[in-house]
Every structure is written in C-alpha cells, then in structure tokens.
C-alpha cells in the first residue's frame, strides 16, 4: 500500500511562486509515475504535470514555462515548483502515483493554493 501526503499550498499574489511537496511512504518500489493533478471549484480534476521512475516529465498546456515538476528519491519526495502564477491557478492540487501499468497506487489529501490579490 502507498501512502502520499502533499504540502506547501497556500495564499500567493498573482505573478508570484510556489512550491508544493509530495511524501511518498508504504510499497513505493511500486511506483512508476507521480503527478500532480488539481481541481477547481465547479471544475474536473486535471493532470497538471506527471515525472516517471526514469525522469520523463509531462506538462498540461496551462502549465508548460511556469511549472516545474521534480523529485528526489532517496527521500521518496515530489516536487511542483509553480512560477508566475495566476487567479486560474487556484485549485486543490492533489499528488498521485501509478504502476508501470498505468493502474492508480494512491492519491494524497489535497493542498489548497489560492492565487489572489
């Protein structure tokens, strides 16, 4: 069983940064891809950016040159560094894992951000 626990959202200006960070703890020699998905009020749960065991790393469109995703192994951790946001940002970011097959491991609690002035 995976276990992920997400932090670091919270209240930005527009134009500014943040950095949220996944935990990953239980059977992570099952994970091959972690991501991060978000949901806005009124609005689907989107794949925000995703990096696979061997580093390959996708972006949704919305995100691609503001967002970065990264991890670190050795402390089983996710990274998404979000740069230049903005108000249509805010969402609950969710962290999740995959199998190689594709197959959902886990979803972490959420981490609100909210983009405001």
């Known amino acids: 069983q995976v276990q992920l626990v997400e932090s670091g959202g919270g209240l930005v200006q527009p134009g500014g940064s943040l950095r949220l960070s996944c935990a990953a703890s239980?059977?992570?020699?099952?994970?091959?891809?972690m991501g991060w998905y978000r949901q806005a009020p009124g609005k689907q749960r989107e794949l925000v950016a995703s990096?696979?065991?061997?580093?390959?790393?996708s972006y949704a469109d919305s995100a691609k040159g503001r967002f970065t995703i990264s991890r670190e192994n050795a402390k089983n951790m996710v990274y998404l560094q979000m740069n230049s946001l903005k108000p249509e940002d805010t969402a609950v970011y969710y962290c999740n894992a995959h199998r190689i097959d594709s197959r959902v491991l886990a979803w972490g609690q959420g981490t609100q951000v909210t983009v405001s002035s």
């Open positions: 990096i696979t065991s061997g580093g390959s790393t």
């Open positions: 239980g059977s992570i020699f099952q994970i091959y891809v």
